[in-house]
């Protein structure tokens, strides 16, 4: 009985690490989003560290905590930066099954795969905000923007992934959960 308690209470903190990791890293990426990278504009684009946090995330621990992480930071990042609610949500949360192609990697450990995943996310992220400002009734330029805001952001955010990739990596191996097995 006792046994059981010590697992249970186990894998409970354990469950609490990946919410308060969760909060820190979230709380850092979507007010470096929100202050210091949306003031960078270079050739029309803004880099998107938190689309690069998300799906190296998701590549890195699954679907799953890519869905979630997508989904609180993206509504934390529209509350701060006053977006409709839940446009980065949905936008975000869209990315994030491009993770299960690197379920069988031909590139484990190196930077092609994160860095081939964000190119591919960029504008996947960049269409779903496009059709939710099409949807609020805001007139879209889809070619234009598509070729002067999202082909340039997907060179930042490649370069991002450089840095946040290792970073998240490092984080995750060293804050893991481990599965107990009964």
Not at 36 to 48: E, H, K, Q, Y
Not at 87 to 97: G, K, V
Request: charge should be positive.
């Amino acid at each position: 009985m006792a046994k059981a308690n010590r697992r249970r209470t186990l894998t409970i903190r354990r469950g609490l690490t990946n919410v308060y990791l969760m909060a820190v890293v979230l709380t850092l990426v979507v007010l470096v989003q929100a202050t210091l990278l949306a003031r960078v504009r270079l050739i029309g684009a803004t880099p998107n560290l938190l689309l690069v946090v998300v799906v190296c995330w998701s590549l890195i621990r699954g679907l799953y905590d890519g869905l979630v992480w997508g989904f609180v930071g993206g509504l934390a990042l529209d509350v701060l930066a006053g977006l409709p609610l839940g446009t980065s949500s949905l936008a975000l949360m869209a990315t994030t099954p491009l993770a299960g192609l690197g379920k069988n990697s031909v590139f484990p450990g190196s930077l092609t795969l994160p860095i081939l995943l964000v190119a591919l996310a960029t504008p996947v992220y960049g269409w779903v905000v496009l059709l939710s400002e099409m949807i609020r009734g805001i007139p879209v330029d889809w070619l234009a923007s598509t070729v002067r805001i999202i082909g340039p952001e997907i060179a930042f955010n490649a370069a991002l992934t450089v840095i946040a990739y290792p970073a998240l990596r490092w984080l995750a191996t060293h804050y893991r959960p481990t599965q107990m097995e009964w």
